[in-house]
């Protein structure tokens, strides 16, 4: 075959021979303006995904025995938190005593309210972190907040109209947030949530702050028995009544709840069109002679020698010793806290362990979810926020 | 150590190969990347029980270990062609357009090819034998031209490779309209538009021909454990050559001294690194708009930059579901799900928020049935945007709008292939221009560089990489590069930018 367009002779190639020569008469006539780069979609994503905010803590009130109420107020400059997703959690990351630390707290207030620059978490005191934020930092500490993260969130494609939550102590925190994005009408689905609590003092919110008719609450007492309230653990029995095939289920409490409810739900007839539980984070592992070894740390070029135990996870090892680590989730799954495994052993429990499969095959772990097996050498992500 | 013989910004492909290309040359290097991991688009990420593939629909240039392309012989120079697994693709793609009617099955392989036409059209096997005979000369030449290193032969250009020079000014729509083939045989052979994502009237025809030759003639893989495979794999091999990576270290400015030559960088926390060169695996963009001051930026190349168009901005959405591929009845691996064959008209409905004419679909585990847990699929659809439209999306609609979008993406997917996906997701996520912004800082959440355009194509960009080059010390590869965007492309510029820094540095050593 020969190629031809024109009609002309010589015409097809003269017009290939002067590409070049036009494109360059177009640039000198572009204009030579300073280069926009950022554009609303950039804008979007930094005001959706900051990284970390400055946060300071306005407000603390016990709503019962060990558990707290903290309210933050945004420092960034349009005086925003992020919008998230209801359900979604935050860390919050500060020095105590010669640690630095970094924990995931589930948001219980709403959307609209952190695009008013609030943003409010619960908080059981049980550890070190926690016994700081509820008794030891003052009103008006700056914290870094970690942006809205998680997956624990209602999706129209993916999840049923009718939601069946299902909390225990402060895993009530999420679902609080989806009451109020419902009531505020910046979420629209149905949430009936079962919500167990030891007796009425422990429960951590008043029902009667949700007024909607696409919200029920009912809440099981394990060690009380009153009038309004089931008496028991959320078994089989209860669940059947709200439980169908066109709801899905969303779970959030400790593990011993997950456990038996899921045990429970297997027992229905009709089961739920889905089952989403949010993770809790990785804890010390029980060992019968729990060993202490050698940690090499590289970040960038600096490289630290630190004690690492064997029944703690690699980030509470880098924690203890004062180092800014990376982590978000704390569970496994975020990947946030990504770092490649130099040399050594570490344990990864299978039920943590969500790496990409390259991860694996190359040998890169998540800190948050690998205790170590001997002497181990990682290189982790430097902590890129100010402290 | 700081001070570098080549900082290389990005640990995108570009950037990986690059800082391959330069450590093996015993330079030293270092790797400053804003992510936690390596990649950029290259790379994937889990929800639940699925991993998720976050961009390679199917990588081209691979071909066989008998019969090896391009890219795997560039793999093989770096040292990481050992490190991945490839899986081979049966079939190049199912073409389901609305309008037209059509369903059409094409497989890899020429004569294959060819023989399928028959289906499109009476006379199908007979023009697409021409045509690919069209195709191989262009693809000769392009070879011809890459290996005489911008000093061909005229002669030789005018006598073996004639076709190549007569149609080297011409859109895809001008060359076919030229070649005057019935419209479902263009139709078919303009399928693979869309990964390019520039419309016929604009996009040369040049490189789409040599492109849909490549992918016919080669066929198409995929890595084992998806793309970050190949990162994770640069990435080991940049470690072994004793270069260092560092990630959460995003660069915000490079240094220029008082020549204008790059004299540093410096990091987000302050901290600066001396060295004499950069490669940039960033766009131009973000480059001369943020990353120097302006008054270093020669005023040519703010000329070149507006001068360029942003290409495609992406959407994909990723689903697992809780059914196999075989009982939901999704038997192909690659689907182009288009309401019009006609490229112009596909790109005009991507310029506004909304269902797009066009999805590129992929269900993994026609590729490899191992990729999610037995009885469970891993699909997803991708679409582009055409103009800036996702800029007016605000915070507290975003969650809404994307799903929407996506809906009506699955529901086409639906009713093109009658298929029931939508009661069967397990997990989702959607990432939309924001999302691509986000992650790689690409103005307007672009995935595909700057736009083929008519005067901006493959071979001008190629012709003038020397001209377009302004700042002493400073190379731009990767995705935006003279190559244009797509996987081979972007390691190939990466490495061809790492070559002519190595160029710079031997120069100044005289």
Known sequence: MAFQRSKVPGEDIRLAMEMTQKRRQLIEESPADPIVWEYGVNRLAASLHPGFV???????EPVCADCYR???KSLREDGHFPYFRAGQFVTLSARVGDSFLTRPYSIASSPKRAMAGELEIIVRKTGIFSSWLTEEAPVGTELLMGEPSGDFCHDS????EHIVGIAGGTGAAPFLSMMRAITEGSEDFRLTLLYGARTREQILFDPEEF?????????VLSDEEAEGYRHGFISADILKEYVTADSTVFLCGPDAMYAYVLGELGKLEEAPAGIRQERNPVGNRILEKPETFRLTVRIRDNVKTIDARSEETLITALERAGIPAVVRCRSGVCGFCHSRLVSGECYIAPENDFRRAADRKFGYIHPCSAYPMSDVEIEIPIFDAEE | MDRYDVIVIGAGNGGLAAACRILNAGKTCLVCEKHNIPGGFATSFVRGR???????????GIGTPEKPGSARLLFEELGVADKIEWIQLKNAYRLISKKEGYDFTMPFGEEAFIRANAAVHPDGERIVREYLTLCRQIRDAMSYLSAAKGRPDPKVMMEKYPDYMACGSYSVNEAFEALGYPQEIVDNLNSYWCYLGANGNNLSFLHYANMLYSYISNGATIPKYRSHELSLALEERVHELGGDIWFNSEVTKILTDADGHVCGIRLKDGREIETRHVIADVSPHVVYGRLMDSEAVPEKARKLTNFRKLAGRGFTVFLGLNRSAEELGITDHNYFIY?????????ESMKTIGQTAAQATVCLNNADPECSPPGTAILYMTTLFTDDVWSGVKEEDYYRVKNEIAAAMIRRFEEATGTQIAEHVEEIAVATPETYAR????PQGTVYGYESQYYDGLMNRIQMVEEDHMVPGLRIGGGYGERLLGYPSSYKSGVNEADRTLRDIGKEGM
């Open chain 2, 439 to 442: 992650y790689c800082g690409h």
């Open chain 1, 211 to 219: 007024r909607d008719d696409r919200i029920r609450i009912e809440t």
């Open chain 1, 70 to 72: 903290i309210t933050f």
């Open chain 1, 54 to 60: 400055k946060a300071k803590l306005c407000s603390r």
């Open chain 2, 339 to 347: 309401d019009t064959a006609d490229s112009v008209a596909q790109y």
């Open chain 2, 50 to 60: 699925f991993e998720f593939e976050a961009s390679l629909h199917e990588f081209n």
């Open chain 1, 157 to 160: 494609i993916r999840d049923k």
